[in-house]
């Protein structure tokens, strides 16, 4: 009876010490997702910048703001885009579709376009977009009817050669006015 009584008590210092081990555990989890989220919500937004117009003056103070820009890593990409096209018919060019590969860019880039239900067949397919220039004037490759499209807007990052590096994937809405 006695053996029996030792192993039991055996068991159960086990089990208490797996439940206290658990337990830690669970409480390092908790106050890691605690500090991951203080971080996050502490934080400062980024302040808007705007372009500025680099002259004889200013060249030197523009070439040191540039060294110390973010670096995008090649491969990846920073969209800047609107997101609703709207066409006054199905043929005529977009009064506001815009795409800009910013200069904080890495790589060239071209991306079409895909209804969201034929991701087979683009209408559209736009030209190189080197660092630094953007975009606009949009015309559709296929003609649309009048109304609301779900897109998809498929980037292809290039090197030099116009090999594809990465893609990206950004839904747009097409607005054909009629």
């Known amino acids: 009876m006695s053996t ?6 055996r068991k159960k ?3 208490g010490k797996r439940k206290t081990v658990g337990t830690i555990i669970l409480v390092v989890i908790i106050l890691v997702l605690a500090g991951v989220i203080a971080f996050l919500l502490l934080r400062k937004p980024e302040e ?4 500025v117009v680099v002259t004889p003056d200013n060249v030197e103070e523009m070439i040191a703001q540039m060294e110390d820009e973010e670096f995008v890593e090649p491969g990846y990409y920073t969209v800047t885009m609107s997101y609703d096209w709207h066409f006054a018919a199905g043929d005529a060019v977009s ?3 815009y795409v800009e590969n910013v200069t904080g860019n890495t790589n060239a ?4 376009l895909f209804l969201t239900s034929d991701e087979e067949n683009a209408i559209y397919k736009s030209p ?5 220039s953007s975009l606009r004037d949009i015309a559709l490759d296929t003609e649309l009817d009048v ?3 779900d897109c998809v807007v498929v980037y292809h990052l290039v090197d030099d050669e116009q090999n594809t590096i990465s893609t990206l994937r950004v839904t747009v809405t097409l607005i054909i006015e009629g």
Do not use: C, L, M
């Open 4 to 9: 029996a009584n030792s192993n039991q008590a």
């Open 13 to 15: 210092g086990k089990e």
């Open 48 to 51: 808007e910048r705007r372009n």
């Open 95 to 97: 009064s506001d579709a």
């Open 109 to 112: 880039v071209y991306f079409d």
């Open 128 to 132: 190189v977009i080197p660092v630094g």
């Open 147 to 149: 109304g609301t499209y």
